[in-house]
């Protein structure tokens, strides 16, 4: 028998008979009871230690001789799930251990290294659509380290000198750049199919060795632009009113560029006849007939200039042709004749000295037999205009020349038709100090 506690017999004389209590408990005397309430308290005192198998082997050994106490029962369910609680964070820190030991280095650069944006490896871009690129460090170590950028081709190349100007570094922080591709870097001949482009970032300590590197691929679409009309290269001009006499030839000419870049372009040619293209290319020699229109014009009055438009529609060869128009105010007459120089006053001959400091004016008077034809009028001084109009004034300032320089004078009058008639004088320049 357990020291200390005492058995009970099933009879005693003088006593009362035994008598259920709460929860089933067996009565007992006070010794018995001084002796159970010890035990609980000892083991409520090794469960505020920790010293939990303790309290565990004191509550098993009291239940296991019959004494059904609830405070030892719930003494062991606590004691028994902090064993569990401690062994689950045992377990758990040698999990963690054995992680940190097998992948630290991995952690450390999840943690110091890589915050790369945008993430995605392939970006897609339109042209003259701009795009961030960054990558920095956890720890700040990227701000301690010198850093190039480059635009490679589909080759690995470095793209052209002009198109690296698309490349931005980021001038405080050299660990940031922004991507814009020009609006002309995709050709329209490459139809629906994107440019390549690979932006790349290299980035070494203060020995050169590199610490951090990243690249992007960087696919550009094209922008659909319209062609670009060189306004000042359309020959004739088309501000002015174009003459052509019936059977005449006079050449068209329309200058322009792909708005996407290169020269893939289409060329239609169109008159007031028929509506529909009669040409293509650049360039168009136009020979009206005079009798022919005026059959199609009911009630002309006979020999009348008839007006007879010119276009030039000029689109992209490929994708979306977003034409441009090119139009010319055409005059065509059954005949012409040409302009003529009636005189020059004062009137000039060829060698005439023209002296430092003195001005010369002179004014041409010009005819056309074809009263209706507007005239244009230039004076040229070695290749050079220096007059559109009926006067031209002649100046030239001291020391203009050190010694007698020859020089020459032409005026000339064009009428609407491309006819001319033109005057020319050699001039000598004498200096003043002669």
């Known amino acids: 028998m357990r020291p200390g506690v005492r058995a009970i017999s099933s009879s005693t004389s003088g006593a009362e008979p035994p008598r259920s ?17 010890a035990l609980i ?7 505020e230690q920790r010293r939990y198998h303790e309290a565990i082997a004191l509550c098993k050994g009291l239940l296991a001789r019959g004494h059904m106490v609830a405070v030892m029962t719930m003494i062991l369910e606590g004691c028994e799930g902090a ?11 040698a999990l963690l251990l054995v992680l940190l030991s097998a992948g630290g280095y991995f952690l450390f650069k999840y943690l110091a290294l890589v915050r790369i944006e945008p993430r995605a490896a392939v970006v897609q871009l339109l042209e003259r659509q701009s795009q961030g690129f960054s990558i920095r460090t956890g720890l700040g170590r990227h701000r301690q380290l010198d850093y190039t950028w480059s635009l490679l081709d589909a080759d690995g190349k470095p793209v052209p000198g002009p198109e690296q100007s698309c490349l931005r570094p980021g001038e405080r922080e050299a660990w940031t750049c922004v991507y814009r591709p020009g609006d002309d870097v995709v050709k329209a001949s490459m139809g629906d199919r994107p440019l390549k482009r690979f932006v790349t970032l290299s980035g070494v300590d203060s020995s050169g060795r590199e ?8 696919d550009v679409h094209n922008v659909p632009r319209p062609p670009e009309i060189r306004t000042l290269s359309t020959e004739p001009s088309r501000s002015e ?3 052509i006499a019936s059977g005449q030839t006079r050449e068209f000419h329309a200058d322009a560029v792909d708005g996407d ?13 028929n509506g529909k293209p009669v040409a293509t290319g650049p360039t168009w020699a136009y020979r009206p007939d005079y009798p022919a229109l005026a059959l199609a014009r009911p009630g002309l009055k006979p020999g009348a200039p008839i007006l007879h438009p010119v276009l030039c529609r000029v689109s992209n060869a490929h994708g979306d042709p977003l034409t441009e128009t090119v139009k010319w105010s055409v005059r065509v007459v059954a005949s ?3 302009p003529q120089v009636l005189e020059i006053r004062p009137e000039v001959l060829s060698g005439t000295r023209v002296k430092e400091g003195v001005p010369l004016e002179l004014t041409a008077y010009v005819h056309d037999p074809d009263s209706d034809d507007p005239l244009k009028l230039a004076w040229q001084l070695d290749g050079r205009v220096k ?3 009926a006067t031209c004034k002649l100046f030239f300032p001291p020391h203009t020349t050190e010694k007698l320089r020859e020089m020459r004078l032409v005026f000339t009058v064009t009428d609407s038709c491309g006819a001319k008639a033109d005057r020319s004088w050699r001039l000598v320049l004498e200096p003043s100090n002669r």
Request: aromatic share 8%; glycine share 6%.
């Open 211 to 218: 610490i951090l590197s990243a690249q992007w691929e960087a």
């Open 336 to 338: 012409n004749r040409p």
């Open 41 to 47: 308290a000892k083991a409520e005192e090794l469960y």
């Open 241 to 243: 009113l174009i003459s």
């Open 83 to 93: 064993v569990r609680r401690r062994r689950i964070v045992r377990a758990t820190a």
């Open 387 to 389: 007059s559109t109009t």
């Open 261 to 273: 870049g290169g020269s893939d372009l289409a060329y239609e040619w169109l008159t007031a006849e």
């Open 21 to 37: 209590g709460k929860a089933g408990f067996l009565p007992a005397d006070d010794e018995r009871s001084e002796t159970i309430a």
